[in-house]
């Protein structure tokens, strides 16, 4: 029997298939002028993976990422998650997906001020079907010993890694990350995906990272390059790159 390569993408084709898209499209009107936001996206995305999805700004990407996290639906196709048809869902089939099933991520940390690291996780712990503990969570992220600390006694970093505690807490099957790394600079910036990898490995949640930083891609087990609201290319990584390997 062959050997597995250390760091090697897990074969998707033995995976469940969380998300199936066909043919994607949104259109924003913007006054007497409709801009495409995307232009017919088929997709899978499957448990477990971890995806990187590139591309320039307008190119369709947290169109794309909304769609899939429930915040927005498409104008035109089909976009489901295992039974449930999200094109086809009210707003509160929404509400309750994203809450039962998606976890976000994004670029501001959005923090409460008034309360602790482990307090900020527990608002979302608390209206979690079967969540983690609160300072479970932060230990997933390396930020055992610092849960008693407010915002304003963290670095950008640990409040990046506090708002992933908060996203993943929750279980979430799904773990939407929009430029997680945008407002950080490279050190602390490995810290977050380091814990992002960490979540990916260990909870076995199928986690989507945004990006305009192309070095990023090296550590997913596929990369997707959208341009002009399409699917440019898609591409498989033989061996994933840890974090700390990441040349930015």
């Not at 963290?154 to 099957?173: C, F, N, T, W, Y």
Request: one cysteine or more.
């Amino acid at each position: 029997m062959q050997t597995p390569a250390p760091n090697a993408a897990p074969e998707p084709a033995v995976a469940e298939a969380l998300f199936e898209a066909r043919g994607l499209t949104k259109v924003y009107p913007m006054g007497e002028v409709e801009v495409r936001a995307l232009r017919g996206v088929d997709l899978d995305l499957f448990a477990g993976e971890f995806v990187v999805i590139l591309g320039p700004s307008g190119s369709g990407k947290s169109t794309l990422l909304n769609i899939l996290g429930g915040l927005d639906v498409p104008t035109s196709g089909r976009v489901r998650f295992r039974e449930h048809d999200l094109s086809a869902a009210d707003e509160q089939q929404l509400t309750a997906f994203r809450r039962e099933h998606v976890g976000f991520v994004f670029q501001f940390y959005n923090l409460i001020s008034g309360l602790t690291a482990r307090e900020n996780v527990a608002l979302v712990a608390d209206i979690a079907l079967d969540p983690l503990a609160p300072q479970a969570a932060l230990d997933l992220v390396g930020l055992e010993s610092r849960a008693d600390h407010y915002p304003s006694q963290l670095s950008g970093g640990e409040q990046q890694r506090v708002a992933i505690a908060r996203a993943i807490v929750k279980r979430p099957d799904v773990l939407l990350c929009d430029e997680p790394t945008g407002a950080l600079d490279v050190k602390t910036g490995i810290l977050v995906l380091e814990a992002l990898a960490s979540i990916n490995r260990d909870l076995r949640t199928l986690t989507v990272v945004i990006t305009h930083n192309a070095t990023i891609a090296n550590m997913a087990d596929r990369v997707i390059h959208l341009s002009d609201g399409q699917i440019s290319s898609l591409e498989r990584n033989e061996r994933k790159l840890p974090p700390r390997e990441l040349v930015w």
